[in-house]
């Protein structure tokens, strides 16, 4: 684990796109090129997305989900939050974070998780998206731009970059890997 801090150039996309990929799987749109968020997602964590509502435009796409309330019935276990997935070789492992807050894992291998997923389409937005630039831990840039930034940063958030902060990305690579003049730099941190 750690610190993961991309710059993305982020832009877009036209009418003929959003007909083309429109319905599609999302796992089936090519996530290097494109970015797609959930209308779920945004109404969730609104600050991680304000930046960018001028370049998102609407799609649905199809997704392949989890069906929890049947997990919840088949397991005898009430308000799961799903906290993450392992995969391995005998299968998948979900952490689940139940209504006590206590963690229990559900071990199901490829076919006994078949039975709880289903395909939905949900409505979404979508953008192009670059990755211009990559740093790992780079804590003094991080901080920096959250001095820099007028508002908050969300992880997994996507933040307009003014020049300013694009000076302190290029200071710590030591060379210009981004041009001060660009509008559509937005810095996103995973962590």
């Not at 963690?103 to 979508?126: N, R």
């Not at 290029?170 to 001060?180: Q, R």
Request: proline residues 2%.
């Amino acid at each position: 684990m750690g610190l993961d801090q991309y710059i993305y150039r982020l832009s877009k996309v036209g009418k003929d796109t959003i007909k083309k990929l429109n319905g599609m799987n999302e796992d089936d749109i090519d996530w290097h090129d494109y970015m797609i968020v959930s209308k779920e997602a945004m109404d969730k964590y609104p600050n991680s997305y304000s930046d960018i509502l001028d370049i998102l435009r609407p799609i649905q796409v199809k997704n392949i989900l989890v069906d929890t309330e049947r997990m919840e019935k088949d397991y005898h276990v009430d308000g799961l939050y799903c906290r993450g997935t392992i995969m391995s070789s005998k299968g998948i492992v979900y952490e689940y974070v139940d209504g006590n807050h206590e963690t229990i894992s559900i071990a199901l291998s490829e076919e006994q998780l078949k039975k709880y997923l289903y395909e939905k389409t949900v409505d979404s937005y979508i953008c192009r998206r670059k990755e211009v630039y990559y740093m790992r831990k780079e804590y003094e840039v991080q901080d920096s731009i959250y001095e820099l930034y007028d508002g908050v940063i969300d992880n997994c958030g996507y933040h307009h970059m003014t020049e300013d902060m694009i000076d302190v990305v290029n200071e710590c690579a030591g060379k210009k890997v981004l041009d001060p003049a660009a509008t559509n730099l937005f810095y996103h941190e995973w962590y």
